[in-house]
DNA sequence: ATGGCCATAGTGTATGGA
């Protein structure tokens, strides 16, 4: 089985991306984040007409996240119910025995800013609630896949001199993924060889795709009970070179 | 040429993204 993550940057907008890619990749398991719609005006009949269950959590403007599935979707928690304020970033469902977490994880802007510290805040919180779901769901194999905003290592940077120290590479940002790791979860990505320069998000300006100059901050991490049936994991780069692409790329674990 | 974008709200231009 196959569980993806894709940080669509709009679902009103990248809704044909997302019907192409599934129709090429009919992956078991989607987590899309920054949707950007408010339920109401999520395209539920078009997903349903893909193949897929899906369940979604928006708001209107900014973030948003959902799952896809080709198998029901039960036992669904909307946000981390440690930190429920208004941004719509976690959603976790149970299919098949597994829990799914779908997660949008703040951008923090700057490392000098509140979004900075909002984004420290709610991971912290995010530890606490994991610790939790891994205790309840951890016996049928759990998944928390999605965007985190988080560069894990200098490799995961095209430039990693220019990067020291800022947003999305600092190392309070990194140590708050690392204490996620370290409930017990694998990175799937890391468990393989990988060409190097491999990222999942590329600056729309500066013709950061085409130089390659990413990041990898989109990331699949698992727990012991799925990392040790995983055999494969790859960003797919292919809808980045689609006309008017989300700027990330969707990765994908492969799962015996 | 060392900078070059995109989506949203809303109809100018500001904000957020990463």
Redesign the pocket.
């Known amino acids: 089985m196959k569980i993806a993550t894709w940080?669509v940057?709009?679902?009103?907008?990248?809704l044909p991306h997302l019907l192409r890619w599934l129709a090429d990749n009919p992956v078991d398991v989607l987590c899309l984040?920054?949707t950007?719609?408010?339920d109401d005006k999520f395209p539920t009949a078009e997903i349903n007409a893909a193949g897929y269950h899906v369940v979604f959590s928006g708001q209107?403007?900014?973030?948003g996240v959902a799952i896809l599935s080709k198998r029901p979707i039960t036992d669904v928690v909307k946000n981390n119910p440690r930190y429920a304020d208004a941004?719509q970033r976690i959603l976790a469902a149970s299919i098949d025995g597994m829990r799914i977490i779908c997660a949008?994880?703040?951008?923090?802007?700057?490392v000098d800013t509140d979004?900075y510290a909002y984004k420290l805040a709610w991971l912290a919180s995010l530890h606490e609630w994991l610790g939790e779901e891994l205790a309840a769901h951890g016996a049928g194999g759990l998944a928390i896949v999605g965007?985190y905003?988080i560069?894990p290592e200098d490799r995961d940077v095209h430039d990693p001199l220019a990067w020291a120290g800022q947003?999305?590479c600092s190392d309070k940002e990194r140590a708050a993924l690392t204490a996620l790791v370290e409930l017990g979860l694998t990175d799937a990505f890391r468990m393989f060889e990988q060409l190097d320069k491999s990222f999942s998000?590329?600056?729309?300006?500066?013709?950061?795709y085409q130089?390659n100059k990413?990041?990898r901050?989109d990331h699949i991490l698992l727990s012991d009970v799925l990392a040790r049936r995983c055999v494969a994991c790859a960003i797919d780069r292919v809808p980045r070179k689609w006309e008017?692409?989300?700027?990330?790329a969707p990765v994908i674990a492969t799962l015996s």
Request: charged share 25%.
């Open positions: 940080n940057n709009s679902l009103k907008v990248r984040q920054e950007k719609l408010t209107k403007t900014y973030n941004q949008y994880v703040p951008n923090g802007q700057a979004k965007d905003n560069a947003v999305l998000w590329w600056d729309y300006r500066m013709l950061g130089k990413g990041l901050i008017q692409p989300s700027d990330h």
